[in-house]
């Protein structure tokens, strides 16, 4: 198998340099070009068209987000989208995610001084996965399933008994878009949802705000000591690591920084084990599209400890990874595609305790 053909995309010359530096000291890896902006990346796509595009945001003659939209129209390709930390730059950067991008790689500000390296790794990773999705997943999970009518009926859900459960869901590669296409095909009642999302620091805030303007439920980045509520969807910060908490008749999140899991921080694996202690059978595990394995374990302690679990199934995901290992760990009790998750998450909240499995 030959290199993985890269193209950069981004205003900065200083950072196109040490993003080539980067990425061509990996050996899987080919710079074919980088380039100051997507007018120029079309001209060089006219001739040599790369395996994988690793795009800016913010640039002076076409922004990065209407140039991926553009592809994704045309001819969707895996993109990693390299951004700022400012305000606008993250809520940009989650219309990204949303319009196909399959990861999000923070751009540290001492990348104005030609040093990227701090995050060498992750952007070497991220790569590494985009060129592995399914190209023909990248535009369909843009666009969400259309629900059942039993997932959007306002009265569906848990009320009754949601406070005693709690739904724990774990994303990477590709997550973005499918949590919003099941989010936004969610009733408001339904239990609690603890999330994690792999990606950076200072974008799930961003992220957790886009989904609260799309869906009926309350989604929020997570503080620590906020209350699972039923209809609160609450999303691990980056960079922190979130854990379910007993308290009283209900759950809390503990959020705090800690060590990498996985090479991941939050860890899916850190949440699942967690919800497992505290919650058992009182909990639903999913496991969703992502590379690596992270989680895996997790939602095998999960269902030993009685809990219901569900991964995303190939056909589906973007990358048939974490669920692909979740599901030979033997820790998954249904395989089911995306559209069908929002209406298994309507069930588990109206099944009765005793009748929940």
């Known amino acids: 198998m030959g290199k993985t053909g890269v193209l950069i995309v981004d205003d900065s010359a200083v950072a196109r340099q040490a993003l080539t530096e980067i990425l061509s000291q990996d050996g899987g890896l080919h710079v ?5 902006d997507p007018l120029f990346a079309m001209q060089r796509m006219r001739s040599h068209w790369p395996d994988v595009i690793v795009l800016d945001i913010e640039m002076p003659r076409m922004d990065g987000l209407t140039f991926l939209r553009r592809l994704m129209a045309q001819r969707p390709t895996p993109v990693v989208v390299c951004s700022s930390l400012t305000g606008h730059g993250a809520a940009m950067t989650v219309q990204a995610l949303a319009a196909g991008a399959v990861s999000v790689v923070a751009k540290p500000r001492a990348a104005l001084r030609g040093n990227l390296h701090e995050s060498a790794a992750e952007l070497v990773q991220a790569v590494r996965a985009a060129a592995l999705v399914n190209v023909r997943n990248l535009a369909a999970v843009g666009s969400p399933p259309v629900p059942s009518p039993a997932a959007t009926e306002p009265g569906a859900g848990g009320r009754r008994d949601g406070a005693a459960r709690v739904i ?16 936004k095909a969610l009733p408001a009642a339904v239990p609690g949802m603890v999330v994690v999302q ?3 620091e ?3 805030a961003a992220f957790a705000e886009r989904l609260d303007a799309l869906c009926r439920l309350e989604v ?10 039923p209809g609160r969807v609450l999303i691990a910060p980056g960079g922190r690591h979130m854990s379910l908490r007993r308290g009283g008749s209900g759950y809390g999140v503990e959020v705090r920084r800690g060590p990498s899991v996985h090479h991941h921080c939050p860890s899916v694996d850190v949440l699942f084990r ?11 595990g999913i496991i969703m599209t992502g590379m690596g394995a992270d989680g895996a374990l997790g939602l095998l302690e999960l269902r030993r400890a009685g809990a219901r679990t569900v991964a995303q199934d190939e056909a589906s995901s973007v990358v048939f990874g974490m669920n692909r290992e979740a599901i030979r760990a033997g820790a998954v009790e249904r395989v089911l595609p995306l559209a069908a998750i929002a209406p298994e998450i309507v069930r588990y909240a109206e099944a009765s305790p005793a009748g929940s499995r």
Do not use: C, I, N
């Open 168 to 183: 724990a869901l774990g994303a990477s590669t590709g997550g973005t878009q499918a949590l919003e296409a099941v989010l």
């Open 274 to 284: 967690s919800v497992a202690g505290a919650a058992g059978p009182g909990a639903l």
């Open 198 to 200: 792999h990606m950076p």
């Open 202 to 204: 200072k974008f799930t």
């Open 220 to 229: 929020r980045e997570a503080r620590d000591g906020d209350a699972v509520l």
């Open 32 to 36: 074919q070009a980088a380039v100051a």
